[in-house]
């Protein structure tokens, strides 16, 4: 399966309205609000966290109670069409297979687990062995649908991401680093090397390497720069490309998601228009 197919948002009207929901944290609990409001054709039936806690706390916001099943497996066992996975690179690796296995179509935030040709071949093996779907919502970033027209005239592609040290946190790469997130006291690029190796050590920050690595020229020709800026109040990505082409360049600055400012206020944005487009939208703007 060309990965121009995995990643588009359903070219005709599908209908799916009964979802299920694999990680209830800040994106997961947004995504199902939007359900709850309203804002999507379809109704949040079944809901899995790793974490009880996490999982009723989403449950006590929502008007329409889905049943919150006791582990992943019972989630893609249940009766939804489609699963949304906002949880980690980890429950993509761990569930994918299993709920196309099951006959569910199925979203993923994390895509960096993608990135793992392994797990991206067995994905691609899943949809087509059980004729299911998988969709990739364009998440923090702009121009997929123009750096997918030219993937093949592509002989650069740059990724500058500058966040506030305090959105960085946390992540693997400060385990061997000697860079300390709470001593940068001016704009610093902590990280330069290939979309392969940021996803990994970022996991949590830099999903939009994997998306571009994607609908581009792969994780190990995609450069990625990540820039810790104190003063930075906006997730910021720039996006170079250059090729047979010609060249072109995007910035996004995004006002980082309220309760989670690792991610952007963009990427979830995007998982509801992707969602809302494939429960039942006829008109579709764009590649």
């Known amino acids: 399966m060309p990965i121009t197919d995995l990643t588009r948002c359903g070219a005709k009207k599908i209908c799916l309205k009964r979802i299920g929901l694999l990680g209830c944290g800040a994106i997961g609990t947004e995504i199902a609000l939007a359900i709850d409001s309203g804002k999507v054709d379809a109704k949040l039936t079944h809901v899995f966290d790793f974490s009880k806690d996490v999982s009723a706390l989403l449950v006590s916001k929502l008007t329409n109670k889905p049943i919150v099943t006791e582990n992943a497996g019972l989630l893609a066992a249940s009766p939804v069409d489609l699963i949304i996975e906002a949880a980690s690179q980890d429950a ?101 090397g290939t979309a392969q190796e940021a996803v990994k050590l970022f996991p949590s920050n830099i999903n939009v390497a994997a998306l571009l690595s994607l609908a581009g020229i792969g994780s190990t020709k995609t450069t990625v720069k990540i820039v810790a800026d104190p003063k930075a109040d906006k997730n910021i990505h720039e996006i170079e490309a250059k090729g047979k082409f010609g060249r072109f360049t995007i910035k996004v600055e995004n006002v980082p998601s309220p309760s989670n400012p690792k991610t952007s206020r963009l990427a979830t944005l995007s998982a509801v228009e992707c969602l809302r487009k494939i429960c039942g939208s006829r008109v579709q703007i764009g590649t």
């Open 92 to 192: 993509v690796r761990d569930n994918a297979l299993s709920i196309l296995q099951n006959r569910k179509d199925l979203m993923i935030m994390s895509v960096g687990a993608l990135l793992d040709e392994s797990i991206f071949d067995i994905i691609v093996e899943g949809c087509k062995d059980f004729n299911k779907r998988v969709f990739l919502p364009s998440g923090a970033i702009a121009g997929l649908d123009a750096i997918r027209a030219v993937q093949d005239e592509l002989d650069s592609l740059v990724l500058v991401t500058t966040k506030n040290p305090k959105a960085l946190k946390g992540a693997k790469f400060f385990e061997t680093s000697q860079i300390d997130p709470d001593k940068i006291v001016a704009p610093t690029v902590i990280y330069e």
